[in-house]
């Protein structure tokens, strides 16, 4: 097997200030592209410094970098050729700070997506789909769905009144409550420069970086608050919770309704308060943008494509990556960006830790059948169409004229075949994407705590969506990997060298 890399050894210890081309070399592999992998190449790859200089190398299984992999070309309605996420990832101002920070430093241009919203649900006897709700976003519109009859005219205004009057009052208690045993997401800033002892929380508290005290990672999680008891503990009632806020947090995180009432209700409400008001952002030309600025400091050899990571193996000090066909020698440093599931392949010691974490497949389809949303009346057809069902919540984002992306397609009227009861038919379909995606549960809370104080071990660290104090979103990757690349530079002894403002 072919060393990749014999020209640069792992750590060369030869340092002069001011003389890059003696700086000490890191080298580092970085398993997985999507943006935890990608934000952790860019930042250690831009930190390089006269002190330390780092050699970055990513790894994907996929032939092309994971952030972008499953996007597609297609025609709309009008004949214009429209490049298409998928999945589509928008991020919000308020709750997406970091993201929004490296994008713009990246140069990236992204623009206020004004979406506009309809809730529809499915009967479970009949099978039918009403839909109770449209929102204008931004826009501050709302109304119910359908159009009431005399005779129900009463019954229709009652119900929006009360929609309206829970909607204020979860709004304020949002505002206002903090659910038992929250974890700040402010508290990942903290944990990622590693400085300061970590603020305690619950008990114990979390303690310092390299600290295996597997007690107090279990007090952690004693008095997580589930939005289902922080709804009871308000009086809100289980209609408003379960028709607005479940529903929309399940098509959010791509998971059930029972998994979202069973979350942390600090993740919900610290979502919802920070994005209060605020604007949902898409990047404007798309993800390619954001993967060609990530991957523009890496040399073009550094990254591996195509190329399934198998194992890998210390020597000594170093690690070695092996793939189906190659080795690749002298990484000091490895970060695994991948789902907790492939980090416990890779490295058996972490399967204790990810024991406890789930996950889902979520399937998404770019396609132009219009069918799709024939239980919407035409008028109340929005740019995010969700419609509740027993095992979650189906999003239809009309793209473009003619192309929709449906994420969870349901089947309607208990007719569950090839093509969803006769909603998508298959020869519309230009693309059928599947994804693990991580569930947010007190499992994975626990986890995160626990990875925390395994990070560094033997020079291994994990990143990824899921590894931080929040919903499973895009903002999840660049904090995660903020902390794992601030941890790596501590341990090069490289953290006096500031690095480019990040947070604004
Ligand atoms: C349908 C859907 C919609 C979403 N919408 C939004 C949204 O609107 N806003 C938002 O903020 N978030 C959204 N998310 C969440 C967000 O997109 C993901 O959580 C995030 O992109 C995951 O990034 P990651 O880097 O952690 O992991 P991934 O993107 O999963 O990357 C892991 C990479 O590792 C590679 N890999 C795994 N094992 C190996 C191996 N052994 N060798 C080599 N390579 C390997 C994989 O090929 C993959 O490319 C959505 C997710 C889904 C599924």
Redesign the pocket.
């Known amino acids: 097997m072919s060393d990749k890399s014999s020209t640069i050894s792992a750590e060369s210890t030869d340092s002069s200030e001011g003389d890059l081309a003696s700086a000490r070399v890191v080298k580092v592999a970085v398993?997985?592209?999507?943006?935890?992998?990608l934000a952790s190449a860019y930042y250690l790859s831009t930190a390089s410094n006269p002190r330390v200089q780092y050699n970055v190398h990513l790894?994907?299984?996929?032939s092309s970098i994971?952030?972008d992999?499953s996007s597609v070309t297609a025609t709309d309605g009008n004949g214009i050729e429209r490049r298409i996420d998928v999945?589509?990832?928008?991020?919000a101002g308020g709750y997406y700070k970091r993201i929004i920070s490296l994008y713009k430093s990246l140069g990236l241009q992204f623009h206020d997506a004004k979406f506009t919203y309809s809730f529809s649900e499915l009967a479970e006897e009949s099978g039918d789909a009403r839909t109770y709700f449209l929102h204008g976003g931004r826009a501050g519109s709302f109304r119910q769905g359908g159009k009431p009859s005399l005779q129900s005219r009463l019954k229709w205004t009652s119900d929006f009144v009360a929609v309206v009057f829970w909607y204020i009052y979860f709004s304020l208690i949002a505002a206002l409550s903090t659910p038992k045993g929250s974890v700040s997401c402010e508290n990942e800033v903290s944990h990622a420069r590693y400085e300061a002892p970590r603020k305690k929380l619950f008990g114990n508290g979390y303690g310092t970086l390299g600290t295996d005290d597997e007690s107090s990672i279990e007090d952690c999680n004693r008095e997580i608050e589930s939005l289902q008891e922080f709804a009871r503990r308000w009086h809100i009632p289980a209609w408003f919770i379960d028709r607005f806020v479940v529903t929309l947090f399940s098509a959010m995180s791509?998971c059930d309704a029972d998994t979202i009432r069973n979350s942390p209700a600090a993740d919900i409400i610290d979502y919802k308060r920070k994005t209060f008001g605020q604007a949902h952002y898409l990047l404007s030309n798309n993800s390619r943008s954001a993967v060609a600025a990530l991957t523009a400091p890496l040399a073009k050899d550094n990254i591996h494509l195509g190329?399934?990571?198998k194992a890998m193996l210390s020597e000594g000090t170093t690690w070695t990556i092996r793939t189906l066909d190659e080795d690749y020698h002298h990484f000091t440093h490895v970060i695994l960006?991948?789902?907790p599931s492939?980090v416990c392949e890779?490295h058996r010691p972490l399967v204790p830790v990810f024991r406890h974490v789930e996950a889902n497949t979520?399937k998404?389809l770019v396609h132009t059948d219009d069918r799709v949303l024939n239980f919407l009346k035409s008028e109340d057809i929005r740019d995010l169409n969700l419609l509740k069902t027993s095992d979650g919540t189906e999003a239809t984002h009309v793209l473009f004229p003619g192309i929709y992306q449906t994420?969870s397609p349901a089947s309607l009227n208990g007719d569950g075949g090839e093509d969803y009861g006769g909603r998508i038919s298959k020869s519309k379909v230009i693309s059928e994407s599947v994804?693990e995606?991580v569930v947010r549960t007190n499992g994975l809370v626990d986890a995160v705590a626990k990875m925390r104080r395994k990070q560094g071990q033997h020079n291994v660290w994990v990143t990824?969506?899921w590894m931080w104090d929040g919903l499973?979103?895009?903002?999840g990757?660049v904090a995660s990997a903020e902390a794992v690349c601030d941890g790596i530079r501590r341990k090069c002894g490289d953290d006096q060298v500031a690095l480019p403002k990040r947070v604004i």
């Open positions: 398993i997985g592209t999507g943006l935890a992998g790894f994907d299984e996929n994971g952030f992999s999945p589509m990832r928008s991020f791509t190329v399934a990571v960006a991948t789902a492939r890779l979520v998404v994420t994804f995606r990824g969506s499973v979103l895009l903002e990757c």
